[in-house]
């Protein structure tokens, strides 16, 4: 992968992660009242508000789709998260900050390690693809999401949950460089 496409992916990750600290200095951490499904279904509201913005051509709320980019790569952190201390039997709903910060970033870096390893294998087709069909291929592995969610979590012999919620960060990434460029 090349550096360009580091740093792009390095510093649109820089703005996620501002919005998650003040929120979380906001908030707390009261998103981990939340179970995995209701995570993703916030996910799938702000997809479903992308797809319709992009098909309308208008809209009448004031956030933007960029916006709602940032917060699907928010929530899917949150959802690896949840993800991480459920496997620890960690029900706290109060995190601290310095803790939470390490393990978004530890979500983060294997998620672009992912990246790298497919861009690789794909020689960086995301840059000609249109943010349209990127909004609709995270609707499609929230779809996914979902149907392992309703089986419990149980695969035949596909992806995990984990690697979908890293699949749509990734996207959503890809959205918001194109969409700067």
């Not at 109060?94 to 910060?101: G, M, S, T, V, W």
Request: charged fraction near 30%.
């Amino acid at each position: 992968m090349n550096n360009t496409t580091i740093n792009e992916y390095k510093e649109v990750i820089s703005t996620c992660k501002e919005v998650f600290a003040k929120k979380a200095k906001d908030y707390g951490t009261a998103w981990r009242i939340l179970r995995l499904s209701s995570i993703t279904d916030q996910i799938f509201i702000k997809a479903k508000r992308i797809r319709s913005i992009q098909e309308k051509g208008t809209q009448k709320v004031g956030d933007d789709i960029y916006g709602e980019f940032l917060g699907i790569i928010n929530y899917c952190v949150m959802a690896l998260i949840q993800m991480d201390y459920a496997q620890k039997n960690d029900d706290r709903l109060e995190i601290p900050y310095e803790e939470l910060e390490l393990i978004y970033d530890q979500k983060v870096e294997e998620t672009m390690n992912l990246l790298m390893d497919k861009n690789h294998d794909y020689d960086e087709a995301w840059r000609d693809m249109r943010v349209s069909s990127m909004t609709d291929i995270i609707l499609m592995k929230l779809f996914r999401v979902k149907q392992i969610e309703d089986n419990n979590g149980k695969t035949l012999i596909s992806e995990g949950i984990d690697a979908n919620y890293q699949d749509m960060i990734n996207y959503c990434v890809f959205c918001m460089i194109l969409m700067k460029s």
